[in-house]
């Protein structure tokens, strides 16, 4: 019997937590490749984050991170442009870098 007063973690959950944090990180690596197939195909005219929320399916509050994580990756850019969401708001236009371009979605 462990010490009185001590913590126990019952062994059942941390290997689901561990379970639930590798299918984060994999969910995150899908949202992010489905993402920049979209920046991709969309080349020079660019992509806004309610865009890319309509065409992928996405929930808008995963859409920044994961653009945020190509943006670090060098693979996406903020363009000049700006475009209307849905609500009329104005949003920025976000494009696959020539890094992205050259190299391809893999």
């Given at each position: 019997?462990?010490?009185?007063?001590a913590?126990?973690?019952?062994?059942?959950?941390?290997?689901?937590?561990?379970?639930?944090?590798?299918?984060q990180?994999?969910d995150?690596?899908i949202?992010?490749?489905?993402m920049?197939?979209?920046y991709?195909?969309?080349g020079?005219?660019?992509?806004t984050d309610?865009?890319?929320?309509?065409?992928?399916?996405?929930?808008?509050?995963?859409?920044r991170?994961?653009?945020?994580?190509l943006?670090?990756?060098?693979?996406?850019?903020?363009?000049?442009k700006?475009?209307?969401?849905?609500?009329?708001?104005?949003?920025?236009?976000?494009q696959?870098?020539?890094?992205?371009m050259?190299?391809?979605?893999q």
């Amino acid at each position: 019997a462990p010490p009185a007063g001590a913590t126990v973690i019952c062994a059942s959950v941390a290997p689901a937590a561990s379970k639930a944090a590798a299918e984060q990180k994999t969910d995150a690596h899908i949202d992010r490749k489905r993402m920049l197939v979209e920046y991709v195909a969309a080349g020079e005219n660019g992509v806004t984050d309610d865009e890319m929320t309509v065409t992928t399916g996405l929930n808008p509050d995963s859409i920044r991170p994961r653009r945020n994580e190509l943006i670090d990756a060098g693979l996406v850019e903020a363009t000049l442009k700006k475009r209307p969401t849905r609500k009329g708001r104005e949003a920025m236009v976000w494009q696959a870098t020539r890094k992205a371009m050259e190299g391809g979605v893999q």
